[in-house]
């Protein structure tokens, strides 16, 4: 049985497990062709991790910004209700905060906020213009 583009169930999954290694790697090339092909922007993984949070997570900016202009919601949170931009405070990737801020992610959003998570790792700076 195939799905209506054409992909059994099997492939699909396959498909998104590949689309999910590319936004945690950064390659970002790769992943907008994938998106471009059919691959939703806000595709998730069974954590509700989007190829936006993976790339955030990992401190891959311009991923994040290409994921944004291709439509990506920057506010999505996980199972965990983790915020992408949460989740780059609590790595440390300073320049995916400003992308993520730039694009009007919500730092009242999610468990913990991106203002706590930004104050628990001495990173209140990035939130402030």
Do not use: C, W
Request: glycine share 8%; net charge negative; aromatic share 4%.
């Amino acid at each position: 049985m195939t799905s209506s583009n054409g992909l059994t169930p099997e492939q699909t999954r396959r498909v998104l497990a590949l689309a999910m290694d590319l936004a945690r790697e950064g390659r970002t090339g790769e992943l907008v062709e994938f998106v471009a092909h059919g691959v939703p922007a806000d595709a998730s993984d069974a954590s509700g991790n989007t190829l936006l949070m993976l790339a955030a997570y990992h401190d891959h900016a311009e991923t994040v910004r290409a994921l944004i202009r291709l439509g990506a919601d920057p506010d999505l949170r996980n199972d965990r209700d983790q915020s992408p931009v949460a989740g780059a405070l609590f790595k440390g990737a300073d320049a995916v905060v400003t992308v993520l801020r730039e694009a009007g992610a919500d730092l009242d959003a999610g468990t913990p906020t991106a203002r706590a998570a930004a104050a628990l790792f001495g990173r209140a700076h990035l939130l402030t213009d």
